[in-house]
């Protein structure tokens, strides 16, 4: 009996150590800037990395819903209209709201061309969307992956070292 109190001991002590471990959040980390007519110069390119404007836990509005959702990906927009002149550069995150398409989810893949969506006094901006899904687009793969792996992983190796040490005890 006291062996197998001890053994579940060890996997409750295993669990919350992983647990311990676990993000507080999923949603990715982004830069988040905005210049429009090159007003804000460290957001245009040649954009240097310092980390100003940078967020860790980057929340992004859902179509059709009202609040804040964790980010799903980091977009930079990049889009100018040279007949008057006006350049945009947006970077931020966005939400994936489970759409169909590449047309309604500007976060699901990277594209340049016309941007129906994006008009200013009528005149359709000519641009790029570029996309990622990895914190500040170029720092290494989002946390909560590796640790729901992690945990999976550790649960199912320490239920098989309890099954062993409970055969071994038992006989």
Known sequence: MATEAMMWM?????LILLLLH?????????FVCTSINRRNPECEDTFNNTGKFYVEDCWASRRGRSGSFPGTQCIKMIAEDPSINYTVVVRNCVVDDGGTNSETEIGRESHCGWMRVLKYEGRRMRGCILSCDTDACNLGNRPHVAV?????????????????????ITG
């Not at 060890?10 to 295993?14: A, G, K, N």
């Open 10 to 14: 060890f996997l409750w002590w295993s």
């Open 148 to 168: 729901i792996s992690t945990f999976s992983a550790t649960v199912a190796i320490s239920l098989l070292v309890a099954k062993v040490l409970c055969q071994l």
């Open 22 to 30: 676990a993000p507080v959040t999923s949603s990715i980390g982004c």
